[in-house]
């Protein structure tokens, strides 16, 4: 199993759409292990978008992301990283296919929901930064486990 990291910006929650972007992970099959939500300080949003520091946008990134609550979540499934960089959809929301949430849901390239680990190592510090507490992270097994997964075949 592999975990990753979304964030829900604060357009998300703003817009009152955390419970159904939550639910469409969900209804996937992944696995929440941890979530909370807060106003970050930039300190946090500096050091996660730290690789964009010398792009023209990361002032405003940083002042967005830290103009309101944001939803921190980590999920678990296998190929979590893939499925929900699926899910999520292009970073344009305006170019985002239909079905994805950034296309059902998004009409902006800046504004535009979500945040989703774009790797192994990126899921791993960024897990690091946003849940440092290791006990703030359920290890747990879902009772459905073998009605989301062939056991035998994907899971052995």
């Not at 992944?30 to 500096?46: A, C, Q, W, Y």
């Not at 944001?70 to 499925?83: F, H, M, N, Q």
């Not at 305006?94 to 949430?101: L, Q």
């Not at 800046?110 to 690091?128: P, Q, R």
Request: proline fraction near 4%; aromatic fraction near 8%; charge should be negative.
């Amino acid at each position: 199993m592999e975990r990753t990291l979304v964030l829900l910006k604060p357009d998300a929650v703003q817009r009152g759409l955390v419970g159904t972007i939550l639910s469409r992970f969900e209804a996937k099959g992944l696995s929440i292990v941890g979530l909370k939500m807060r106003t970050f300080d930039r300190s946090v949003l500096e050091q996660h978008y730290e690789v964009h520091k010398e792009r023209p946008f990361y002032p405003n990134l940083v002042d967005f992301m830290s103009s309101g609550p944001v939803v921190a979540i980590a999920l678990e499934g296998k190929d979590a990283i893939t499925v929900v960089r699926t899910l999520v959809g292009k970073t344009n929301a305006r170019e985002a296919a239909p079905g994805t949430i950034r296309g059902d849901l998004g009409m902006s390239f800046s504004n535009n929901l979500v945040h989703a680990s774009d790797g192994e190592d990126t899921a791993k510090f960024e897990l690091g930064l946003w849940f440092a507490d290791a006990a703030e992270l359920s290890d747990w097994t879902p009772a459905d486990l073998e009605w989301r997964y062939s056991v035998k075949e994907e899971l052995a």
